[in-house]
């Protein structure tokens, strides 16, 4: 019935109910089913466990949950030992049987960044997960360490029980329908190339803003700040997006490689460029009174890409919580003098990456709409491609490596900026990319 089965831990916690139970759904419903097997410390049976997934997915209609309902089987890790993995070594067993499965076995560590190790560790050394077996994945969410040293010992420790064309690390933009759009637009000559010429462009901004607060993070997010959850990850993956566009391969977003070689040389980011803020009232929205916290929830940077092909042109990357607006854009912002461009160009060039997937060109008389991408959840397509071992939608090592070394320098810095809620940020921010005689994109403008 089903060539995969999917182990995910973390089974009951918030990924798995606000991300993962919908991308599974979504599969489903496109005739692609398999069984999944919910790991976790909580004492779930099989049954009790199908109605915690049913109450996440409101939206499914009984009879098509019916069809999902067996697919789903539970797990319990022990409390007291957690590293004793022979129960859900019965239960693969039984489900790979029940579902006649070709054995391919997607271990999804939906957790914390600090159970990657332990968990990861026990499924080697209870031959879950066996080494240089390709039917053996294992999936882990971001971040990847908490600087490059910390990803490096990480990466040295796991290769004792996996190969590392057995590792999948997941930044979920890579999932969006965003970089295919850009292929697809310069495949069909949609996009000119002169659009991607740095004797054209006059500067690059990548935003990843948000109008919502920390939610029920608050002690994740302290330990790891606007730099760790959003910059090192989903900020510098936008940028990389834009970037390799100049490829002459208009895939080769979709290499690890060639993102890592990009990557190499992007100019870490240096205090004297960059503006660290905390929102007012951090500390209570994060349930941490009393403590004098210097995480940042804010970052306004500049930095510039040491390749011939972007060679004069400087980028800025903008990221933070409690924002006036919400979006994750990449803009190539154009010159204003075109005389030299053998086809009309554009103000500035807008990449959508969320809350939808689209490219808009932005001209005098207004805004033109290339292409809306069909709404399918990051997620979904993260998952199919876990599940049918298509490495070029996740992460390689030397790219995450190259990615702490570009945020390593921020982050030991402390916080000097606060600034209200609903706000674009601190003023410094505004004053970084105004002494260059440029501003923030914003969608506020633009609608105006």
Do not use: C
């Not at 789903?72 to 039984?94: M, R, W």
């Not at 306004?300 to 980028?315: F, N, Q, S």
């Amino acid at each position: 019935m089903s060539s995969e089965t999917l182990i995910l831990f973390g089974a009951t916690g918030d990924l798995a109910k606000k991300k993962l139970f919908s991308a599974i759904a979504a599969l489903h419903h496109e005739g692609k089913s398999f069984p999944i097997i919910g790991v976790g410390r909580k004492p779930l049976t099989d049954e009790s466990f199908r109605v915690h997934v049913r109450e996440q997915l409101p939206g499914i209609s009984e009879d098509e949950w019916k069809k999902m309902e067996p697919f789903f089987h539970y797990s319990i890790i022990p409390e007291n030992t957690p590293h004793d993995l022979s129960a859900l070594a019965q239960k693969i067993v039984e489900v790979e049987s029940l579902f006649s499965t070709n054995k391919t076995r997607v271990f999804y560590l939906a957790l914390p960044p600090d159970l990657f190790e332990p968990a990861a560790i026990a499924l080697g050394e209870n031959s879950l997960i066996q080494k240089g077996n390709p039917l053996h994945r294992i999936v882990f969410e971001k971040p990847f360490g908490r600087d490059e040293a910390s990803a490096r010992t990480l990466q040295e420790r796991l290769q004792s029980f996996m190969d590392e064309n057995q590792l999948f690390r997941v930044d979920h933009f890579l999932g969006k329908e965003t970089l295919s759009l850009l292929a697809e637009l310069r495949r069909e000559k949609h996009l000119s190339p002169e659009m991607w010429s740095k004797h054209h462009i006059d500067h690059v901004q990548v935003h990843f803003v948000e109008t919502i607060g920390i939610g029920s993070r608050g002690m994740f997010y302290d330990a790891n700040g606007v730099i760790r959850d959003v910059v090192q990850n989903h900020v510098l993956l936008m940028l990389e997006g834009v970037a390799l566009q100049s490829h002459l391969n208009d895939h080769a977003v979709f290499s690890a490689h060639e993102r890592a070689r990009l990557l190499e040389h992007v100019v870490p980011l240096h205090p004297n460029e960059a503006v660290l803020g905390q929102f007012e009232g951090y500390a209570k929205d994060a349930g941490i009174e009393g403590k004098h916290s210097h995480t940042p929830t804010f970052l306004a940077a500049k930095t510039e890409i040491r390749l011939p092909e972007w060679e004069g042109v400087p980028v800025y990357l903008r990221a933070g919580k409690e924002m006036n607006e919400e979006h994750s854009s990449a803009v190539i912002q154009f010159k204003k003098n075109k005389e030299s461009s053998s086809t009309p160009l554009p103000g500035r060039m807008i990449i959508r990456f969320s809350p939808d997937s689209q490219v808009q060109l932005d001209y005098a008389h207004g805004l033109t709409q290339l292409y809306s991408a069909p709404k399918r959840s990051a997620y979904t397509r993260i998952l199919e491609h876990a599940l049918t071992g298509n490495a070029s939608f996740f992460l390689g090592i030397n790219e995450i490596l190259s990615a702490w070394k570009i945020v390593e320098p921020l982050l030991k810095s402390e916080t000097s900026f606060v600034y209200a809620k609903g706000t674009p940020g601190p003023l410094s921010a505004e004053k970084l990319i105004q002494k260059d005689g440029r501003t923030w994109f914003s969608t506020k403008k633009n609608e105006n």
